[in-house]
């Protein structure tokens, strides 16, 4: 179960069929090009985490031009001027790229080949998932390379340090 904050909701599958739209607010201004999604979807009996990433970000519904019109005065005044209250005038329309579910069996991602279920909430994936998703190595581990590398530095070291007290 999920216990973070949904930034949209899926609109739909997207033009290609490995992409899909949702719609936000994006007050936080999280929805970003580049940005790693993920939604939750019932897989094989199992609650999978299906990751994308955004790769387009276009309005959805703006403010009237007309509210825009004079640079001197503020379009949330003109908005409040004509009795408008809403607070979110402003909603986009985010593409995502599927990467799928990653199967740790596999150490690989599977694309469910199904875009999500219009009204599907969509949540930003937070640094732990994408570590432990993207990231051959954990936090504080070092390649293998660097390991050899670095043994075999202390032991020339100690080698040295011995031929120099001899």
């Known amino acids: ?4 904050t949904p930034i949209g909701t899926t609109r739909g599958p997207g033009e290609t069929a490995h ?10 201004d999280q ?15 199992e609650d999978r985490r299906v990751l994308g990433r955004i790769t387009q970000r276009q309005p959805a519904r703006l403010l009237p031009d007309g509210f825009l019109a004079e640079p001197s005065v503020a379009p949330a005044d003109i908005a ?10 402003d909603l986009f329309e ?25 009204g599907t909430p969509i949540y930003i994936a937070n640094d732990e998932m994408l570590g432990a ?4 190595r954990r936090l504080g581990q070092t390649a293998g390379k ?14 040295l340090k011995e031929l120099c007290h001899e």
């Not at 179960?1 to 973070?4: H, R």
């Not at 992409?19 to 936080?28: A, K, L, M, N």
């Open 94 to 118: 985010i593409t995502v790229s599927v990467l799928g579910y990653y199967n740790t069996a596999l150490s690989d991602f599977i694309n469910p080949h199904l875009p999500p279920q219009p």
């Open 19 to 28: 992409e899909y739209t949702f719609i936000t607010p994006d007050r936080e």
């Open 1 to 4: 179960m999920i216990t973070a």
């Open 133 to 136: 998703v993207l990231s051959r």
């Open 146 to 159: 660097v390991q050899q590398l670095q043994a075999a530095c202390g032991q020339l070291h100690a080698a």
């Open 31 to 45: 929805a970003r090009n580049g940005e790693f999604v993920f939604y939750e979807a019932g897989i094989d009996g």
């Open 80 to 89: 409040a001027l004509v009795g408008y209250s809403g607070q979110d005038h």
